[in-house]
C-alpha cells in the first residue's frame, strides 16, 4: 500500500498511537505522520503508508489551519489546558482590544515556543526537562502567521474564551500564541482547545476517523481511504518520458528543457509521481525516487 491517508484524529490518542493504529489495519511497519498533534488536539492528521513515508518533509512543511479556543484569564504551565491552570486576577479585555491584540500576530515573527514542547537544546528535550523542575531556556524561531479571524468570545466567571481561524506556516506553536496573546492584553492565556482543519493539502471536511478505517479494514476496502501522495506535494511538476523516467528512478541526473531552479515533483509519462528533484541549470538530479511500478 502506498498512499495518504486523511485522518481526524479525536481528542485523547498521540499521533503515534494512531501510526500504531495504521500499522495494525494495514499490516505494514512502513507508517508515518506528517505534523504531530497533541493528545488534547483534533482534526487532520496526514498518515503516511508505505514509501510515501519518504516525502514526510514535504508534507509537513506547508501551510495549516486550526480552529483555536484561547481562554484569557488564566495561565498554564504548559500553555494549554493540560495545566496546571492558575486564575489570573483582573479585568478582561473587551472585543476590540482582543481584535487589535490578534491583529498583531500577522505577519513574519520571532516565537518563543512553549517550556512544554519536543524541541532540544544540547541533547536535551524541552518538555521532559520541564517536568523535571529544570526547564530549557529555548532560542526564539522565525514563524509565519498569514491570517486570524476572530469568530467568537465566550466570557465565564473569570475567563473569556477567544475562539479563532488561524493559518499558519509550519512550526506555528499555536499554545505560544495563546500565552503571548494573554500577556498583551495584560492577563494571561493557554490554549484551551484545538482542532487542525487543512493540512498538508487535506481539509478536515474530507477526513476520516478511526472508526471509518476500522469499518473500511473489515471489508476489505482499506485501500479506499488512501489519497496518492504526488497529489499532495506542493511543487512545481516536471513530467518525463519512459526512458527519461528509468534514468531518473535509478539516480541518473539528466537535462532538462525547462523549469525553474528547485525542488520539483517527477512523474512519469502516466501522470504517476517517482520522485523528488532538484532542478539547476537544465539539470535535473534525483532526490528521493519511488520505482516506476508504485503506482503512486
Not at 63 to 76: E, N
Not at 216 to 236: D, F, K, N, Q, W
Request: aromatic share 4%; proline share 7%; charged share 25%.
Amino acid at each position: 500500500m502506498l498512499g495518504v491517508v486523511n485522518l481526524d484524529k479525536p481528542v485523547g490518542p498521540t499521533s503515534h498511537d494512531m501510526v500504531g493504529l495504521l500499522r495494525r489495519l494495514t499490516g505494514t511497519r512502513r507508517i508515518g505522520h506528517a505534523g504531530t498533534l497533541d493528545p488534547l488536539a483534533s482534526g487532520v492528521l496526514p498518515i503516511l503508508v508505505g514509501a510515501a513515508t519518504r516525502f514526510s518533509e514535504e508534507l509537513t512543511g506547508g501551510r495549516k489551519r486550526y480552529d483555536a479556543i484561547i481562554r484569557l484569564g488564566q495561565a498554564s504551565a504548559t500553555d494549554d489546558a493540560q495545566g496546571p491552570i492558575t486564575p489570573v486576577a483582573g479585568p478582561l479585555p473587551g472585543p476590540e482590544a482582543v481584535a487589535g491584540a490578534l491583529a498583531s500576530f500577522v505577519g513574519t515573527f520571532e516565537q518563543r515556543p512553549p517550556a512544554f514542547s519536543a524541541r532540544k537544546l544540547a541533547g536535551r528535550t524541552a518538555h521532559r526537562a520541564a517536568r523535571a523542575g529544570d526547564p530549557i531556556d529555548l532560542p526564539p524561531r522565525s514563524v509565519t502567521v498569514e491570517g486570524i479571524d476572530l469568530l467568537e468570545l465566550s466570557e465565564g466567571d473569570g475567563w473569556l474564551d477567544v475562539r479563532i481561524d488561524l493559518r499558519c506556516g509550519p512550526g506555528t506553536y499555536v499554545r505560544s500564541i495563546a500565552r503571548d496573546l494573554g500577556e498583551r492584553l495584560g492577563t494571561a492565556g493557554h490554549l484551551h482547545a484545538l482542532r487542525r482543519t487543512e493540512a498538508a493539502g487535506l481539509s478536515v471536511d474530507d477526513a476520516v476517523s478511526p472508526d471509518d478505517l476500522e469499518a473500511l479494514a473489515t471489508e476489505g476496502r482499506l485501500v479506499e481511504a488512501l489519497r496518492p501522495v504526488g497529489e499532495l506535494l506542493p511543487l512545481p511538476v516536471v513530467s518525463l518520458g519512459t526512458d527519461a523516467a528509468w534514468r531518473f528512478v535509478h539516480g541518473s541526473s539528466q537535462a532538462v528543457a525547462d523549469g525553474s531552479p528547485g525542488k520539483v515533483k517527477v512523474l512519469d509519462e502516466a501522470g504517476r509521481l517517482i520522485g523528488v528533484g532538484s532542478l539547476a541549470g537544465g539539470e535535473l538530479r534525483p532526490q528521493k525516487v519511488l520505482p516506476l511500478d508504485a503506482g503512486a
